[in-house]
């Protein structure tokens, strides 16, 4: 286990980056402030545009800017446009 990162030692981290050598599935989790920016390759920048604590469950909001090739969804419009796929065909 590495301790710095608390993970398993099949992994190693290059600045943010978390990369898994065994082929699996890895999540990098960030704090980040009001206007700082997430950095996707060179097309596509994640930028926190407010975060709202004055409600029941706090809010935070974001923003995307990336090229029009790529569809970007919201979880829940995405499973739907799935599930229309695959009952189409």
Same mark, same amino acid.
Request: aromatic content about 2%; charged content about 35%; hydrophobic content about 30%.
């Given at each position: 286990?590495?301790?710095?990162?608390?993970?398993?030692? @099949?992994?190693?981290?290059?600045? #943010?980056?978390?990369?898994?050598?065994?082929? @699996?599935? #890895?999540?990098?989790?960030?704090?980040?402030?009001?206007? =700082?920016?997430?950095?996707?390759?060179? #097309?596509?920048?994640?930028?926190?545009?407010?975060? #709202?604590?004055?409600?029941?469950?706090? =809010?935070?909001?974001?923003?995307? =800017?990336?090229?029009?090739?790529?569809?970007?969804?919201?979880?829940?419009?995405?499973?739907?446009?799935?599930?229309?796929?695959?009952?189409?065909?």
């Amino acid at each position: 286990m590495n301790h710095e990162s608390g993970r398993n030692d @099949d992994c190693h981290i290059e600045s #943010d980056r978390i990369e898994a050598i065994n082929g @699996d599935t #890895d999540m990098l989790v960030l704090a980040r402030n009001v206007g =700082q920016k997430i950095r996707i390759n060179d #097309d596509i920048e994640i930028i926190i545009t407010a975060v #709202d604590c004055a409600r029941d469950r706090p =809010q935070v909001k974001v923003g995307i =800017q990336a090229p029009r090739c790529h569809r970007i969804d919201r979880e829940e419009i995405y499973l739907k446009r799935k599930a229309e796929r695959e009952t189409c065909g």
